[in-house]
């Protein structure tokens, strides 16, 4: 874990060094001070280990824009604790598939998340994020469109050590942009607190918990849920580590009776084929009822 950058100072040594020619009479040498003087002006005072900030520990920890492994936050629900370097800006778009069968009614949807990030400064972003284009085939009727967009930032607030956790935020808030047949409606607020710890074996676990009021469901209920995630991935021994997997779990408890939560599963590769592009591909699948059956899909990183 690169913690600090250390400035070591160096030394310049001079000597001066006299001879005399021969003299019948010999000449008794005087010892000079000059060399020494001389020295003493020339040698620079070692500078002081210059620390760097909190944030740029933090962002050289867990970041890893200057690793061969670009780490981006899709295709994973779960939020990582990584933001965008000062003044660099990043795409991340995927096609996504999902098929879900609930109480009769089949529905298969084709979309294409796509999230923008730039830095404000290292520890800062804002986000948008939206679908660019959502076509839903369901056995109740067909529907396509631009989905809603979210806006929101992300902060890299704490910086972490053993046992204690990197500790950041996000905030986000959806708006109702899209086309009919697919928004939501409706104002979407959400955000929550991101926990990140680095562990042994070049693992990066990073834990979320929150909350989003999203638009109404299939009843025309609306109402607050608890969000979590988590998710655990490393670099893969091949490609020279340019290739990277992951795991996660995630999903949102309501917070209304008689209402039932979404809990998904999900696992990932992602190939990083220059330093700055990184193509992945995920699978996720539902572990109750209220979840989509099956997700997957594959997506594409462009930093700038």
Known sequence: MKLAIGITGFFVACSLCCTSPSHAKPRIEEKSTAPETAEAATTPAPEATIMPPAHVAMHENYASYDDQTLRPEQPLLTRRIDTMQKKTFQIETSFAFERDSTAGTSTRQYSFPTRLRYGLVDNWEIQAEGGMATFRD???????????????????????????????????????????????????????????????????????????????????????????????????????????????????????????????????????????????????????????????????????
């Open 138 to 304: 369901s056995s109740t009727g067909n529907a396509s469109g631009f989905g809603d967009f979210f806006l929101g930032t992300k902060f890299a607030a704490l910086e972490g050590g053993g046992l204690l956790p990197s500790v950041g935020f996000v905030a986000e808030l959806g708006v109702p942009t899209g086309s009919n047949s697919v928004s939501g409606n409706a104002v979407q607020p959400r955000g929550g607190a991101i926990l990140a710890w680095r562990l042994p074996a070049k693992l990066h676990w990073n834990a979320n918990l929150g909350m989003d009021f999203p638009a109404k469901d299939a009843a025309g209920d609306r109402f607050a849920r608890l969000t979590y995630g988590t998710a655990i991935d490393r670099p893969l021994p091949f490609l020279n580590e340019r290739m990277s997997a992951f795991g996660e779990l995630a999903g949102a408890s309501p917070l209304k009776s008689g209402k039932s939560g979404i809990h998904q599963a999900g696992t990932g590769l992602g190939v990083t084929i220059k330093e700055r592009m990184q193509v992945n591909a995920f699978a996720r699948v539902g572990l109750n009822t209220a979840a989509p059956n099956f997700q997957t899909g594959l997506g594409f990183s462009w930093r700038m």
